[in-house]
């Protein structure tokens, strides 16, 4: 007698289904990539998951674009790997997502450490950066007049040349 699939399974049976960890599941949950409905229970509330949103989920799990680096012996035995669809370029996809949120953000982006180079005069923040020291360090160096900085605008600008000298002899 065959046993008939349930159309909704508990936590543990879900992620089973799924082939993931229940935390794994918890989490695809919290991300809205699942659904689930509770249902009270003596003690506490039971999470029941459905089996189609489960399919659902599986489905989109398993079209994923990256294949595993190191295919499993079991698979190499038995004579078939996993081929997938080429991904697209990932620092293209990485430059587009990065200009994306900068647009959304309207912010203006920092600049690197090449243009930090040429600049004459750095803000605190832009110094940390160039120096790779914190604000407190610098901070303090600027009270023990070891390194010169200028306040304007509320803000300590200090010149590239003297943060350089500074770590030169300091560091």
């Known amino acids: 007698m065959k046993k008939e699939d349930p159309q909704e399974m508990r936590k ?7 082939g ?6 918890e989490n695809y949950t919290k991300q809205g990539r699942v659904g689930v409905r509770y249902e009270r229970s003596k003690t506490r509330p039971v999470a029941l998951y459905s089996r ?3 399919d659902r989920l599986k489905a989109e799990l398993d079209s994923t674009l990256y294949a595993p ?9 038995r004579g078939f790997i996993v081929k997938r669809e080429s991904a697209p370029d990932l620092a293209l996809v990485l430059s587009r997502l990065f200009e994306a949120m900068q647009e959304q953000a309207g912010k203006e982006r920092e600049p690197s450490i090449l243009e930090l180079a040429q600049m004459p005069l750095l803000k605190l923040k832009e110094a940390q950066r160039y120096s790779n020291l914190s604000r407190a360090e610098l901070l303090a160096a ?3 007049e070891e390194l010169k900085a ?4 509320g803000e300590w ?5 003297a943060l350089e000298e500074f770590i030169r002899k300091n560091f």
């Open 12 to 18: 543990q049976d879900a992620a089973k289904y799924v």
């Open 20 to 25: 993931c960890s229940v935390r794994s599941l």
């Open 52 to 54: 189609a949103e489960l």
């Open 69 to 77: 680096a190191v295919t499993s012996g079991e698979e190499e035995k």
């Open 142 to 144: 600027i009270e023990a």
């Open 150 to 153: 200028t306040k304007g605008g």
């Open 157 to 161: 600008k200090i010149r590239r040349e």
